[in-house]
T-cell receptor, first 115, second 109 residues
Framework: DAGVTQSPTHLIKTRGQQVTLRCSPK?????VSWYQQALGQGPQFIFQ???????QRGNFPDRFSGHQFPNYSSELNVNALLLGDSALYLC??????????????FGPGTRLTVT | RKEVEQDPGPFNVPEGATVAFNCTYS??????FFWYRQDCRKEPKLLMS???SGNEDGRFTAQLNRASQYISLLIRDSKLSDSATYLC??????????FGSGTRLQVQP
């Protein structure tokens, strides 16, 4: 049973550039959430995609955008990168109709460094 | 005030000790509660869901007090492999998880 996968694992960008991160959910899951984790902090919710639509969004600027594809995989795009965007970006998948209370399973993350 | 507050630690305990972590949350509409474990530079992994009746999974026991908006995690007979950061997590619906900043545990031989 394939778990959540993310690519790339590491990325170095310079200020002002744009970046795209990718996520494939766990087999059988239909919902993808993205989180940003700065060093020493807990993950912070960016947004969630279900049925190819953004369903909820956290307190992040419009520079952060995303997409979900028909196969449930997802992309996170960040434009006009700032130094403060350096973080571990985590993708989590879940199944909306599952009986368990909203458990989300995380991928290994993409570590983004902005210089 | 943060939505989910945890003591950052670190908690340094000897092998075999019992250790307890506490967490408070501010959103009374929160419906689901979890403990996640995160090893250094790895992704968070679900440790256990937390129910009002309390629940136990081996050496781990979680309790929820909705009236006080308080969640706890008890680890008995600590192992070296329990060393990690423990994240308290709440959710108010089928959407976002709200994480605390985590409590770091270091179990020493």
């Amino acid at each position: 049973d394939a778990g959540v996968t993310q690519s790339p694992t590491h990325l170095i960008k310079t200020r002002g550039q744009q970046v795209t991160l990718r996520c494939s959910p766990k087999s059988g899951h239909d919902t993808v959430s993205w989180y940003q984790q700065a060093l020493g902090q807990g993950p912070q919710f960016i947004f969630q995609y279900y049925e190819e639509e953004e369903r909820q969004r956290g307190n992040f600027p419009d520079r952060f955008s995303g997409h979900q594809f028909p196969n449930y995989s997802s992309e996170l795009n960040v434009n006009a990168l700032l130094l403060g965007d350096s973080a571990l970006y985590l993708c989590a998948s879940s199944l909306v109709l599952r009986g368990d209370p909203y458990e989300q399973y995380f991928g290994p993350g993409t570590r983004l460094t902005v210089t | 005030r943060k939505e989910v507050e945890q003591d950052p630690g670190p908690f340094n305990v000897p092998e075999g000790a019992t250790v307890a972590f506490n967490c408070t949350y501010s959103n009374s509409a929160s419906q689901s509660f979890f403990w996640y474990r995160q090893d250094c530079r790895k992704e968070p992994k679900l440790l256990m869901s937390v129910y009002s009746s309390g629940n136990e999974d081996g050496r781990f026991t979680a309790q929820l007090n909705r009236a006080s908006q308080y969640i706890s995690l008890l680890i008995r007979d600590s192992k070296l492999s329990d060393s990690a950061t423990y994240l308290c997590v709440v959710s108010s619906g089928r959407r976002a998880l709200t994480f605390g900043s985590g409590t770091r545990l270091q179990v020493q031989p």
